[in-house]
């Protein structure tokens, strides 16, 4: 069970890094989860926060999230990392380029499948398919009904996963806040901090302070690579956003919302007294 955030601890580690690396979800963890994710807009405080972060040469930041790579280029601009779709692109600090996480693109053909099986037979009032670069997914936040939507939700998983097995679709079929998901298996967001941890040694520059934070299902892919690292437990903080205190997680501790997150890198990024 995660355990509210040490401010002081979390604190003191930071000023007595070297290099830092912060890991940020967005949806739910940078800003608050609501019915339309179009008008889920980083406030102007939050953008401050993360801004000041990246201008710093001893921290590295990046953003990983479910969204697509045109959402948070236009949000997050050039000054900090990317992961779009959940690892599946990514691109560094101050370039312009994306590249997929393995390298090139991995095996779509089960994705109009994957549609029309959404589309025949999962449909509600209030649900809608998205189709992503690599991801598919339904959503149910708009169901009246949420109850339904979540035993719809249930129902959906069970079929695609038995469809997956039968086709030998190289996929992973995952529940999320009001979504299911089907990505491609070689790609998730514990993936990709492997490989950003990797460079960082490989360039002899591993970080001593780890900030991972995050609020969903997909989110506990970070903290579990961020264990299973070489790191100085220590030096990890992997946070978990919202929901229960005591729900199932990899993260050490807890922040319940992300006003929560807010004050926490406002505290990190106020200079220290002398």
């Known amino acids: 069970m995660a355990r509210p955030l040490e401010g002081a601890a979390l604190l003191n580690t930071y000023h007595l890094a070297g290099m830092s690396l912060f890991l940020f979800d967005y949806d739910g963890t940078l800003t608050p989860l609501i019915d339309n994710p179009a008008?889920?807009?980083?406030s102007p405080d939050m953008k401050s926060m993360i801004e000041i972060l990246a201008a710093s040469p001893t921290d590295d930041v990046w953003i990983i999230s479910g969204r697509s790579k045109e959402f948070l280029e236009k949000l997050f601009g050039h000054s900090v990392g990317l992961s779009a779709e959940h690892g599946a692109f990514f691109r560094y600090p101050g370039n312009t380029k994306w590249m997929h996480l393995n390298g090139?693109?991995?095996d779509l053909s089960w994705q109009s499948d994957v549609v029309s099986h959404m589309?025949?037979?999962?449909?509600i009032a209030g649900s809608s398919v998205e189709e992503k670069d690599v991801a598919i997914v339904w959503h149910y936040r708009h169901v009246s009904d949420h109850d339904k939507g979540l035993l719809?939700?249930?129902?959906?998983?069970?079929?695609?996963?038995?469809?997956?097995?039968?086709?030998?679709?190289?996929?992973?079929v995952v529940m999320g806040h009001c979504i299911v998901e089907v990505r491609p298996t070689s790609v998730d967001k514990g993936e990709f901090v492997k490989k950003i941890l990797d460079e960082m040694a490989q360039g002899k520059n591993s970080p001593d302070f780890v900030l991972c934070v995050g609020d969903d299902v997909t989110d506990e892919d970070m903290f579990h690579a961020v264990h299973a690292s070489n790191l100085p437990s220590?030096?990890?903080?992997?946070?978990?956003?919202?929901?229960?205190?005591?729900k199932a997680t990899f993260a050490d501790w807890y922040l319940p919302d992300p006003e929560a997150v807010y004050t926490t890198l406002k505290m990190l990024t106020e200079r220290p007294s002398p």
Request: glycine share 10%; aromatic share 4%.
């Open 152 to 172: 719809q939700a249930g129902k959906l998983k069970k079929e695609l996963e038995d469809k997956a097995a039968e086709n030998g679709w190289p996929v992973t």
């Open 39 to 42: 008008e889920a807009v980083l």
């Open 234 to 246: 220590n030096g990890c903080f992997s946070v978990t956003v919202g929901g229960k205190s005591d």
């Open 119 to 123: 589309k025949d037979n999962s449909m």
């Open 104 to 106: 090139e693109k991995p």
